[in-house]
């Protein structure tokens, strides 16, 4: 990496500047400003550096996806999406397929995952997207929604159902028989390329196929998503440094019955809620990522464990923030407006706040100890 971890935050505070609300306005990131963070691998930090990559451990890039994720969770969100495409391609291509895709995804090349169909959620017995052989080529058909960077994607991993089991597909978005549509104003995250993607008979080579056979689809999803949930967990941490700064500062500079808003016992509860959730997400997030890092056996119930509670202390503590401050919080486009819509966003993606609960219990009820 070119530069260290202070540095390449410092370089995308500039490149971002005041920026994030008229992204979030328009709904749009400069594809231009896109393409050159991809090539400077500052859209999937933990790319192997033999690849074009940084090749950052999971803290240090949780660290540097906080970071984006305090300056604008669009951006944050396209990264994600970058970054899962990367991490699939890694985890289940070969490695020829991973000399091909990884240095484009570190070149300035963006990609998109689709996972959610019109009846398929979180439950992946309902997809219906297939992949099929026909000689020397695989066919793709189906419908993927709530695509996150599709608008803005160069490729596309699609998962869908193959024989027996389920497989994650390479489609350059501009195939024919692929046709992307734009979700018009999302609640949040409104600059991240949300997008439906159908897919019509898009034929493709037979070497499309990520490691070129099927794995049960429960396998294959979770890894795919292990990443993702650990990158949103990392932003939601963000969001609550962003929202903390936010009402810390307005708290201390506004007056109110003749003196400081921070003096008064309600308001000063709420800056102490608002830290303890910023301390809780860190400290869940850092213990997940050390058992990224480490290869620990708890390393995806620590992963659901921080998307799970980054993202509930983010939706609640963006809404604290906005109730600090009031009127001036509350115009389109503020920082903790944004974070109380994006915040949202964060209960529902990868894996939403109830799935996350029942997969915990799931691990309550099978731990060493449980009657």
């Known amino acids: 990496m070119g530069d260290d971890l202070g540095g390449a935050m410092t370089a995308v505070t500039l490149r971002v500047g005041g920026l994030a609300a008229e992204w979030d306005r328009t709904g749009l990131i400069p594809l231009d400003l896109l393409r050159e963070l991809g090539a400077e691998g500052r859209l999937c930090a933990e790319v192997p550096e033999q690849y ?17 994720g305090g300056l604008c969770s669009s951006l944050r969100s396209v990264m994600t999406s970058q970054g899962m495409a990367a991490w699939t391609i890694r985890r289940l291509g070969t490695a020829e397929q991973a000399a091909v895709h990884l240095p484009r995804l570190t070149g300035g090349a963006l990609a998109a995952v689709g996972f959610s169909e019109p009846g398929a959620g979180s439950d992946l017995a309902a997809m219906a997207t297939t992949v099929r052989r026909d000689g020397d080529e695989v066919v793709v058909d189906g419908h993927k929604k709530w695509v996150t960077a599709a608008h803005y994607a160069d490729l596309l991993v699609v998962v869908g159902r193959h024989e027996d089991g389920a497989v994650a597909v390479v489609v350059p978005a501009d195939a024919p028989g692929v046709r992307i549509e734009r979700i018009a104003d999302p609640l949040g995250c409104r600059a991240a390329g949300h997008a439906d993607v159908h897919l019509d008979g898009v034929r493709l080579p037979a070497d499309s196929v ?3 056979h099927p794995l049960p689809p429960a396998l294959l ?5 292990a990443y993702g949930r650990m990158s949103v967990a990392w932003g939601c941490v963000g969001i609550l440094r962003a929202c ?3 009402a810390t500062a307005h708290a201390a500079g506004r007056r ?4 400081p808003l921070a003096e008064h016992q309600l308001v000063a509860g709420h800056l102490a809620d608002l830290y303890t959730a910023e301390q809780v997400a860190s400290r869940v997030c850092e213990h997940a990522s050390r058992s990224w890092d480490e290869g620990s ?12 509670v980054s993202a509930t202390e983010a939706a609640r503590g963006a809404a604290t923030a906005v109730q600090v401050l009031a009127s001036a919080g509350s115009r389109d486009g503020h920082a903790v407006a944004r974070a109380y819509r994006d915040a949202k966003l964060m209960e529902i993606i990868e894996g939403s706040s109830e799935l996350c609960r029942l997969m915990l219990a799931q691990h309550a009820l099978s731990a060493p100890g449980t009657p």
């Open 52 to 68: 074009g990559g940084w090749g950052l451990s999971s803290t240090h890039s949780g660290a540097y996806t906080a970071h984006v």
């Open 221 to 225: 999803v979770t890894t795919a998503l």
């Open 210 to 212: 990520l490691g070129g």
């Open 297 to 308: 056996p708890d390393q995806v119930v620590a992963t659901v464990l921080a998307k799970h």
């Open 244 to 246: 903390l700064a936010a």
């Open 256 to 259: 109110q019955f003749g003196k």
